[in-house]
């Protein structure tokens, strides 16, 4: 069975891919507005030799990778600050529930109105739902410490700055990992967003574009793209969560809190 | 502290640190004309004027709250029904795997320019971009909640010999919940995210619409009223979730405060 | 008691797995019969297959093979005429349902209708003395009453043959002195057949009527010892007995040479 996960993997891929071009071919779909695969798949080829491709590729890395580290950053500062200090966690505790759930989307408005229709406006939508994953998962991060742990240190004499370093950090550590993960994705997700309703340069502006062009297999070909994109940013990050928690003895389920 | 003034801190901090910074608000915005940050007062009138009317509420909110629950209703049986089949059924995961994890991996908004190709942009459009994007959470979960059911209770099931729709209901169900409900948390966020989006595009009506217009128009005290209206929203799913999941894993809280000690 | 045609019949029983280094003969070859309403206890050395053996017992797993036949028909799928009790009985017993809905749920699984179903789980919950608890759920009781829970579901089930693997060997020594004697009261109470896997030997030679000895791998049958201790047994008289402790010596010194791979014939 082991050996055959992956040529069932590859089969799977592989009729995804015919199934896509017998529909379309045989009409099921109009053709108009489902182009077959091997079309699609051409056009993504010639995409890859466009430079204009290339250059909304890497505006949509920068406004993503930038989004990342700005949540990030503020989260990790923020959340241990927050974390560390019981009566700002409870101070603080409505409000934080009644932000984070507010869908990014409705930022979208007001980060235009602040920036234009520019990379700042959609770097404010790019920054906020990620930055509340990792803000959360510092938060439990800090309140996971070991209280027989914690007890033992201050009995030894540990001071705080030493209790940070050999308590709160390791314990936190795979929580905010695993919350980088979480918000590497939502940030791809958002960054995409952002570019097809505010229209900065990157991928979903050329989507946008080839939609009302109308560009049918370019257009197709660029969801592909941003599917890989996504794929890869997915298995890149749990790979790297792996390999830097592989000392740790839970393995965080995502999403199972 | 004694119990009762530790519980009268928590609400008193609960409630206050949020008035706080209204009046923190209140006072930054006082006296300026900031055309991008009015006053809590004007959006507050802009909120009651806005959407407590009648007639915003059949012809914006309700439609727009009834498309995101049955598009998130469609999402959750959708993905139920598929993850346990595909769950229990190791080549069939194999199978499907890869392409599940790439079509989870498209931002769902790439996806609408392809959805309005095909299917117009009338209400069953605006219902599969919701669905697009809030079934993998789910499907993918139940997937996995039922492919990690502890071997032990499979090994009872089986040596009782209880199968079927009986095991489904009994067995498979609760022992994957966990890990579903975790995924029927993440579709509740995404597909209120697609409900407003699907309604920024080529869209007459809807919250997301609305909010947009105001935008455009800079009536920004009525385009506040609506983030706000959203963030509500968002609280009160966020909140009603809560109390379902609850009832549902109590079992399963249960367990794990015993097995923490 | 040789002239009736045995309950259990195993014959030759032989199971190999696949694994990365090559096949393992997890057990070799292992043949024994139990009658009816007998109590046979299965002792051996950590590693031995014991688990391996039951669930080819108890049709969980297939053997490679070899047959093992339950009533003249043979075994290849769970029987419905038998019940296993395992050891890890948290994980045994569905944590969603209550202590009543647990027991009653094979029952359901058989058709048995509503009432009967209630007077069956009620009967089974007062035999192993957890009548307070119907409307409990399991992780809210102690390990000790989580697996006699286990033991009413399986007693609910009537079954012919009652399968234990190492049910208690997960629970404190007070609580097993008193499964342990739970265990002969059901048996005598319900006449059901009895197949008690344990590595604990005195809890063998206490509770069994036989005790089948295991050898390592590949696993076959050391020795079929038969007990002859009295039928009315208790923790405290039973084992001053001094036939108890050259019984448990000899089961011992067997296996410890199963152990070093010693056959006795």
């Known amino acids: 069975m082991r050996t055959i996960r992956p040529v069932l993997g590859v089969l799977g891929v592989l009729g995804f891919m015919v199934t896509w071009e017998v529909v379309a071919r045989t009409g099921v779909v109009d053709p108009k507005y489902v182009p077959p695969f091997t079309t699609t798949a051409a056009r993504l080829v010639a995409e890859l030799g466009e430079p204009k491709f290339w250059s909304a590729f890497g505006d949509t890395l920068l406004t993503w990778a930038l989004g990342l580290a700005i949540a990030t950053v503020a989260a990790i500062v923020l959340g241990a600050v927050v974390g560390l200090v019981p009566f700002l966690r409870r101070a603080t505790h409505t409000t934080v529930e009644f932000l984070r759930p507010i869908p990014s989307v409705a930022i979208i408005p007001l980060a235009i109105l602040l920036a234009g229709l520019s990379r700042e406006a959609a770097l404010v939508v790019v920054v906020y739902a990620p930055f509340w994953q990792v803000f959360i998962q510092v938060l439990y991060g800090i309140a996971d410490v070991d209280t027989v742990a914690q007890d033992t240190a201050r009995s030894f004499g540990l001071k705080r700055r030493q209790r940070l370093r050999h308590l709160v950090l390791p314990t936190a550590l795979p929580y905010v990992i695993t919350g980088f993960r979480l918000a590497a994705s939502i940030a791809l997700v958002l960054t995409i967003t952002a570019e097809l309703i505010i229209k900065n340069p990157g991928l979903g502006r050329q989507i946008d574009l080839y939609r009302s062009a109308p560009d049918v297999p370019g257009l197709y070909a660029l969801v592909l793209v941003t599917g890989l994109l996504g794929l890869v940013v997915n298995l890149g990050t749990r790979y790297a969560e792996r390999r830097l928690l592989h000392w740790h003895p839970s393995v965080r389920k995502e999403g199972v809190q | ?261 | 008691m040789a002239d009736k045609a045995p309950l259990l019949s195993v014959k030759e029983l032989k199971k190999t797995y696949a694994s990365a280094t090559g096949p393992v003969e997890a057990i070799g070859s292992i043949t024994f019969d139990v009658h009816a309403g007998e109590l046979v206890c299965i002792v051996g050395p950590s590693g031995c297959g014991k688990t391996t053996l039951l669930k080819c017992l108890s049709g969980l797993l297939a053997p490679t093979s070899g047959s093992v036949r339950l009533d003249g028909a043979e075994v290849t799928a769970p029987p419905k005429k038998m019940a296993v009790v395992f050891q890890e009985y948290g994980r045994s017993l569905y944590p969603w349902l209550t202590v009543a809905d647990n027991v009653a749920l094979p029952l359901r699984a058989q058709g048995i209708g509503k009432a009967e179903r209630t007077a069956a789980v009620e009967r089974a919950v007062e035999e192993v003395g957890l009548g307070h608890a119907m409307h409990k759920y399991p992780w809210q009781l102690s390990g000790g009453m989580q697996q006699r829970v286990a033991i009413a579901r399986a007693v609910a089930y009537q079954p012919e043959v009652l399968v234990m693997d190492e049910p208690f060997a997960a629970v404190d020594a007070q609580t097993r002195a008193d499964l342990e004697d739970l265990v002969r009261r059901v048996w005598q109470d319900l006449g059901v057949t009895v197949l008690f896997v344990t590595h604990d030997i005195d809890e063998s030679v206490y509770l069994g009527e036989r005790v089948l000895m295991l050898t390592n791998s590949p696993t076959t049958i050391q020795e079929d010892l038969a007990i002859d201790l009295p039928a009315e047994r208790d923790q405290l008289s039973t084992r001053a007995l001094p036939r108890f402790t050259e019984l448990r010596t000899h089961v011992y010194e067997q296996i410890q040479r199963a152990k070093r791979g010693e056959l006795v014939r």
């Open chain 2, 1 to 261: 502290m004694p119990a009762v003034r530790r519980s009268l801190v928590s609400v008193g901090l609960a409630v206050g640190v949020p008035i706080l910074l209204v009046l923190a608000w209140a006072l930054a915005t006082q006296g300026t004309q900031n055309l991008y940050f009015p006053t809590p007062g004007k959006v507050f009138d802009a909120f009651t004027s806005t959407w407590l009317t009648g007639a915003t509420i059949t012809k914006h909110v309700l439609p727009s709250l009834g498309r995101f629950a049955i598009g998130v209703v469609l999402s959750i049986v959708i993905g139920i029904v598929a993850g346990t089949a595909i769950g229990a059924t190791p080549w069939l995961r194999s199978l499907l795997e890869p392409m599940l994890e790439f079509f989870r991996a498209i931002p769902p908004v790439a996806l609408v320019p392809v959805i309005m190709l095909i299917l117009g942009i009338d209400d069953s459009m605006k219902l599969a971009v919701i669905v697009s994007g809030s079934v993998w959470p789910v499907l993918l979960n139940t997937i996995e909640g039922v492919r990690a059911m502890d071997p032990v209770l499979t090994d009872t099931s089986r040596s009782y010999r209880i199968r079927g729709a009986l095991a489904y209901r009994y067995f498979v169900l609760p022992a994957a919940s966990p890990q579903i409900m975790a995924g029927v948390r993440l579709c509740l966020s995404i597909g209120l995210i697609l409900m407003v989006i699907s309604e920024m595009f080529a869209a007459s009506s809807g919250l997301g619409y609305q909010i947009l217009f105001f935008q455009r128009q800079y009536m920004i005290a009525e385009m506040w009223s609506g983030i706000v209206l959203l963030g509500i929203v968002g609280v009160a799913v966020a909140a009603i979730f809560q109390l379902v999941e609850r009832r549902v894993l109590h079992w399963y809280h249960g367990s794990r405060e015993v097995s923490r000690g």
